[in-house]
């Protein structure tokens, strides 16, 4: 096998040409042949001023290349799509695959023996996996670490569950503008991602769970000399990984590996974004992710990280209790320790020499959890054939058994348009659907599913409802709400027959959601029902005419490998 410079060489039709040409433009950035015969790391960098969670992108590639460098290999930082959750439009899930496709080719067409992956805000981490798996190269996660917590008026603050708290509060009239601008300058005090068990801080410690960081490596601040360490040793491992051709991705990502990622994921309360995430994952290895496999583990593991929205702490102190190794030896017979990780250890030989210290109060342990009962169920029933998430440890635990008249958003802009308006036929006891808010319908499944509690009821002190839709809820956010019906409804699923004042029972014990209307009425409904129009070009189109629904993880048909 080729390796270095000699590898994936444009074809000009004379190979040694190509590496004669390839090797005149290295030397004319200053390259010494000495240095030019060493085994290449790439560094995929996520730097951009449209993502200021990745500031310090920079600083970690430089930290990745003196690691490199000193373990004797050439490191070559090259850029990739960036994804920011706020700068998006309309929605980051709509460009994840873009961007794992960008991933893809560079890893395929670039002369690296390994490549470090840098990254975080929440898309970033899963275009990454999902790109770097299809190209089967060796491959290492850096996340760029989470912010440290604000602090305003003797409270600490996180982003973004206290973003929508005191959003919330402010739209209720509870807080004022004055008071809420006071609070907006610290809620994103420094560098970083969200410092809560949003969908950053959830797929960073899956990634390290599947085996993909250096151990430690997902919950270290972004700010802290820890997290340039940790850079420089990722440098080091993946000079290691160029010259030994491994472990590949395929080796890593397992059945096994994947259990253990749901076990985590329920422990941790994680963001539901990561059930779409690790299903698009695990098609890229030619694997399923089984949601009720999902919804059985959590059954049985109880949510042990004392974060935020489930908890009340942050990532830095996830971190400083034991980091996700610590959680692991809470969790060493419920996971499969022989899963192996791109240190070249197992998750066993991990947890048997990590520091025995842990942070009881943010680390639980099992006989006194955050919380007793599961963190992410799966619904199914005749609203949702293919299924339905709903994350009950952030939920109201008096809403998940409850029946009521169904108030139906036809789609995100007549959302907008209507929910705060006072004429709104709205009661506490309604359920609020919003339709064509999926992969296809908005299109790009947004994180819309958290519908805003009507003002005209807010400001009476109504807090939660009973929400479902076909789109995604971040995973700072919190209340009863179910997300990714499938088939949504642009797709033509049941969520698409709904109409105002239809009967809705949701009953998460039962894991049931079902409309309560008769089948000869909804066959009359799905008669007049017409699909949305397609966009007319563009990757928009490629997009709506070839993603899947949201149980296979919303990935391109032609990009997932033949299922086992």
């Known amino acids: 096998m080729k390796r270095g410079l000699r590898s994936r060489l444009a074809k000009y039709g004379d190979d040694e040409f190509s590496l004669f040409l390839r090797r005149g433009f290295l030397k004319g950035a200053g390259y010494d042949d000495e240095a030019l015969s060493k085994p290449i ?16 992108a920079p600083q970690l590639a430089e930290a990745v290349k003196q690691g490199v460098l000193a373990a004797g290999a050439l490191p070559f930082v090259f850029p990739t799509i960036s994804l920011q959750e706020s700068f998006a439009f309309p929605s980051s899930m709509l460009w994840r695959n873009l961007m794992a496709m960008d991933v893809e080719a560079m890893c395929a067409s670039l002369p690296m023996d390994a490549v470090v992956l840098i990254g975080g805000c929440d898309k970033t981490i899963p275009a990454e996996l999902m790109g770097a ?88 601040p972004a700010v802290s000399s820890e997290r340039m360490r940790i850079a420089t040793a990722t440098g080091r491992r993946a000079a290691e990984m160029a010259k030994t051709d491994g472990p590949r991705p395929s080796e890593l990502l397992t059945k096994q590996s994947l259990r253990n990622a749901a076990v985590v994921l329920q422990a941790i309360s994680g963001s539901t974004n990561a059930i779409v995430h690790l299903a698009a994952i695990a098609g890229r290895a030619g694997l399923k992710f089984d949601l009720q496999e999902l919804d059985v583990v959590g059954r049985e593991v109880p949510v042990l990280v004392n974060l935020k929205p489930a908890g009340t702490q942050f990532a830095e102190d996830f971190h400083a209790g034991g980091g996700v190794p610590a959680l692991w030896r809470r969790l060493r017979d419920k996971l499969d320790l022989s899963a192996k990780s791109v240190s070249g250890e197992t998750l066993g030989e991990v947890v048997k020499r990590w520091p025995g210290y842990v942070d009881d109060e943010v680390i639980r342990p099992l006989n006194r959890p955050v919380v007793e009962g599961v963190a992410i169920a799966i619904l199914t029933g005749n609203l949702a054939p293919q299924g339905a998430a709903i994350k009950l440890s952030a939920a109201t635990p008096s809403l998940t058994s409850h029946e009521g008249p169904a108030v139906v958003f036809t789609s995100l802009e007549d959302l907008s348009k209507r929910i705060d308006d006072p004429s709104l036929n709205v009661m506490p006891e309604s359920v609020l659907v919003l339709q064509n808010a999926g992969p296809i319908g908005a299109p790009g499944m947004p994180e819309a599913g958290a ?114």
């Open 451 to 564: 519908l805003p509690i009507p003002k005209k009821l807010g400001s009476k002190g109504v807090k939660d409802m009973v929400r479902i839709s076909d789109a995604r809820m971040s995973g700072t956010a919190f209340g009863t709400v179910v997300l990714h019906v499938s088939p949504e409804a642009a797709a033509g699923g049941p969520l698409a027959l709904v109409k105002d004042g239809d009967r809705i029972r949701l009953d998460a014990k039962s894991r049931k959601l079902d409309l309560l209307v008769e089948d000869a009425e909804l066959n009359k409904r799905r008669t007049a029902w017409k699909p949305p129009v397609k966009p007319a070009r563009g990757y928009e189109r490629l997009y709506i005419e070839h993603v899947s629904q949201a149980d296979s993880g919303c990935d391109f048909d032609f990009l997932v490998k033949n299922q086992t």
């Open 41 to 56: 790391v790439g560094i995929l960098s996520t730097a951009s001023d449209f993502n200021p969670c990745h500031r310090t």
């Open 133 to 220: 798996i299809s190209a089967d190269l060796p491959a290492i996660v850096l996340p760029v670490g989470p912010m440290l917590a604000g602090r305003f008026e003797g409270t600490q603050l996180g982003a973004c569950t206290d973003c929508r708290r005191l959003w919330a509060s402010f739209r209720a009239g509870s807080i004022s503008e004055k008071d809420l601008n006071r609070a907006h300058d610290q809620l994103m005090p420094t560098a970083g991602t969200c410092m809560v068990m949003g969908t950053a801080s959830t797929m960073a410690t899956i990634a390290e769970t599947l085996g993909f960081t250096l151990p430690g490596a997902a919950v270290a």
